[in-house]
């Protein structure tokens, strides 16, 4: 039995979704059951009906699940009418998503919870899709015309699902330039420039203030671990553990320098500033240090298990100051995390969790970004999540929103079941 003091570690495994369309029964008669919940969000009976008809849509197996496929095979689908209620027509969005987050809680919540963040992209052909603009195209891995969302994920022993989103908009649709363009995709005149770790961190503050979904941890990776607004944003709500991606180039003060502070006259003016002690400690990085540290420091530890068998990497840890200019400025853990064999390659996190925090809390929180991954990859290939062919701001919001509602419909059904998984995810040893 642990002791008293790690009882409040709780290493959960995270289920795998594996429902088959053999194991529902009266599907559509549960789909109309989920939107009946939602029918005060719509002004019109006609949008009630077309929100039914597209998700249902986006369940079916058509090979391309966008509107106009949809419209043209499903019962009652008319093309102009599709087009028209998810570009144009009112949605209460906020109050879906009010709505939606409260199911989350009651199917998927816990304490122990923990809030994901992520990008993904959409290729496009045009020019005239808001937000759409040559930039890194995670989908074609190379510098594309696409759109990037930023996206929150929840995840806890139950399953996870998509909470929040996104549209990053570059700041060039911000010019004058852009103005006839921004009028005619709908963008919100209040709408101003956020870059991705800034949106990630509204949504986080948002989430935070709506207090309907419950959670301990928060990961991301590099983009917003190297962010200086998503880790003010992350370390300033009590009782919330980060545990975010870093570049290698990260610098940092392996041992914690001392410092003093230094009266001098600068134009008849008596001013101070901060100085080290040792002024021959000079800050390394992340790359530096882990390449330094003796075999003897480094454990290896199952993260997950993959489809060709346990996926296993080698960890150390150690508590630094992260740097910046020329003084250190944040005490944090760094985890360090290599592969096997004769050229390993390295991953490198930190962390603010609490100073007797122990390896097993991390090895676990390493493996938990693999569920954001995955609800991209089910709202993909099972949704249609990057199919769709609107333009206008309005529009990208809404298909995505049906997106993360299907998504989470799928996995209530698995839960209504008590269906388990036989395969499950963020392993821990439970020895240092």
């Known amino acids: 039995m642990l002791p008293s003091c790690r009882q409040h570690e709780i290493f959960y495994p995270v289920p795998k979704f594996d429902l088959t369309p053999q194991e529902i029964e009266n599907f559509m008669d549960k789909l109309e059951g ?8 719509f002004l019109r009976s006609e949008s009630r009906e077309n929100f039914l008809l597209y998700m249902s849509g986006q369940f079916s197996e058509l090979e391309r699940k966008s509107i106009e496929p949809i419209a043209l095979n499903i019962e009652g689908g008319k093309v102009r009418a599709l087009q028209r209620f998810v570009s144009d027509a009112p949605w209460d969005d906020e109050n ?27 290729p496009k052909k045009g020019n005239d899709s808001v937000g759409v603009a040559r930039q890194y195209c995670g989908s074609t891995g190379k510098v594309d015309n696409c759109q990037v969302g930023v996206f929150a994920a929840y995840v806890s022993d139950l399953g996870y699902s998509l909470v929040d989103k996104r549209l990053f908009i570059p700041e060039k649709w911000f010019t004058e330039e852009y103005h006839e363009r921004r009028e005619k995709c709908k963008m919100p005149g209040e709408l101003t420039f956020r870059t991705k770790p800034q949106l990630a961190a509204e ?8 207090k309907t979904l419950p959670f301990k941890y928060v ?72 390449r330094n540290i003796n075999s003897y420091f480094w454990y290896r530890r199952t993260v997950s298990e993959g489809n060709k068998g ?3 990497y080698e960890f150390t840890r150690r508590q630094v100051k992260i740097s910046s200019a020329s003084l250190p400025q944040q005490m944090v853990w760094v985890i360090i995390r290599r592969t096997i064999g004769a050229k390993p ?38 949704l249609g999540m990057g ?9 990208w919001h809404h298909h995505m929103i049906t997106c993360m509602l299907g998504h989470f419909f799928l996995w209530h059904l698995k839960l209504s079941l008590g269906k388990k998984s036989t395969v499950y995810y963020a392993l821990a040893d439970f020895s240092e």
Request: aromatic fraction near 12%.
């Open 96 to 122: 879906i998503m009010l709505k939606y987050r409260s199911m989350v809680n009651s199917d998927l919540g816990n304490p122990d919870g923990a809030l994901l963040f992520d990008e993904t992209s959409f």
């Open 203 to 210: 949504m986080l503050n948002n989430l935070a203030a709506e």
């Open 310 to 312: 346990p996926v296993i």
């Open 219 to 290: 990961l991301g990776d590099s983009i917003y671990g190297n962010s200086p607004d998503f880790i003010e944003a992350v370390s300033s709500l009590r009782g919330v553990t980060y545990f975010v991606s870093v570049p290698e180039d990260t610098l940092c003060r392996p041992k914690i320098p001392t410092t003093v502070q230094k009266t001098y006259k600068y134009r008849g003016k008596l001013c101070s500033r901060t100085v080290l002690t040792d002024e021959t400690q000079k800050p390394v990085k992340l790359s530096t240090m882990a």
């Open 345 to 382: 390659e390295y991953s490198y996190f930190i962390s603010n969790a609490s100073t007797s925090a122990r390896l097993p809390t991390f090895v676990w929180l390493s493996g938990l970004r693999w569920a954001i991954e995955q609800c991209f990859e089910e709202a993909r290939s099972d």
């Open 34 to 41: 989920f939107h009946e919940q939602f029918h005060d969000c």
């Open 387 to 395: 199919h769709y062919e609107v333009r206008k701001f309005p529009g």
